[in-house]
């Protein structure tokens, strides 16, 4: 076999294969592999990738937080008057998303003012770069999967796109991160209630085995019910609010139990192959959720397997 055969099993997900059979005993408890957005751990970085100003933030996820090609999750804070200087990734596929404030997005050098919540995605072989023109700073987060397993590049362009003309309407594809565009689902997944959903990325966006992203928000007292899915890991994150994460009994084991985890705002959960997972909102206020999903391979099989007599799903193929 030669070495690009090699990487190329690893980049399509089948060495990974050899961690799904671990027995849940070898596995950290669920409250320990929940990431806490702590800015008190966030490393200050200057000129990023060439950009302008300095940036705090630190890594919530590596490459090894799901067994497919999910390369890292970052949060932070981009500074005033700072941000990501203009870099390609022909190796990988990136997505940064502000929470909050405003930000000048650019993506193969067409710059546009967006508002936050939001996203752009870079796809495989395009440069992208942010800036944060204002006077306060941005929450912000950074999603890079990966071709091949646990690697990543970069191209530095020196270029802090400080200054940059705006096109009014972008010249790329964004992520809108908006509640109106939100549609009801009674019972997802046999949960409890009404979910607000919405697939706001389809897997045909990218390149690699990233396979989309989902805009999800529960209303006190609803939930997803237990589900799982066999091709696609995933990690949910906390954008708004407090509830409870349930992890199944077993992996692929169709049990309601098993261990619960209380989730809050800045909070990130890693969905793995075949995980039973299900998510309630125990708090007064909406909890809302951004759901990124790697598939095991570069097939990009959605699937959604509801463990009991659930009634609405989210979007599988």
Not at 165 to 194: A, C, H, S
Not at 199 to 219: G, K, M, N
Not at 288 to 305: C, P, S, Y
Request: aromatic share 8%; net charge negative.
């Amino acid at each position: 076999m030669t070495g690009f055969q090699k990487r190329l099993l690893v980049g399509s997900g089948l060495l990974a294969l050899a961690c799904v059979g671990l027995p849940l005993a070898a596995r950290e408890a669920l409250a320990g592999r929940i990431a806490h957005t702590d800015p008190s751990k966030f490393r200050h970085s200057p000129a990023v990738h060439g950009g302008a100003g300095s940036m705090d933030f630190t890594a919530l996820f590596d490459a090894h937080a799901v067994e497919p090609n999910l390369q890292f999750l970052h949060r932070g804070v981009i500074l005033p008057k700072s941000g990501i200087g203009a870099h390609f990734h022909n190796q990988c596929e990136e997505m940064f998303v502000i929470l909050d404030g405003e930000a000048q997005f650019t993506i193969d050098g067409h710059t546009s003012l967006l508002k936050g919540p939001v996203g752009a995605p870079c796809r495989l072989g395009h440069s992208h770069a942010i800036y944060n023109p204002t006077d306060k700073p941005l929450q912000w987060l950074n999603i890079n999967v990966s071709m091949f397993k646990d690697q990543y590049d970069a191209f530095n362009l020196d270029d802090p796109k400080v200054g940059a003309t705006l096109d009014p309407i972008p010249q790329f594809m964004t992520m809108r991160l908006d509640r109106t565009l939100l549609r009801p689902v009674e019972g997802m997944n046999g949960g409890k209630g009404t979910a607000q959903y919405r697939r706001a990325l389809e897997p045909s966006v990218f390149q690699t085995s990233w396979a989309y992203a989902d805009h999800l928000v529960l209303a006190p007292g609803a939930s997803v019910g237990p589900h799982l899915h066999r091709e696609v890991a995933e990690f949910y994150y906390v954008m708004k609010g407090a509830g409870t994460v349930t992890m199944g009994a077993g992996r692929g084991g169709p049990s309601p139990s098993g261990e619960t985890a209380p989730i809050r705002e800045g909070d990130a959960v890693p969905i793995q192959l075949s995980d039973v997972h299900s998510f309630e909102n125990t708090g007064t206020e909406p909890l809302e959720f951004l759901i990124v999903g790697v598939a095991r391979d570069m097939g990009k099989h959605v699937d959604n397997v509801v463990v009991g007599t659930g009634r609405g799903g989210r979007a599988g193929n």
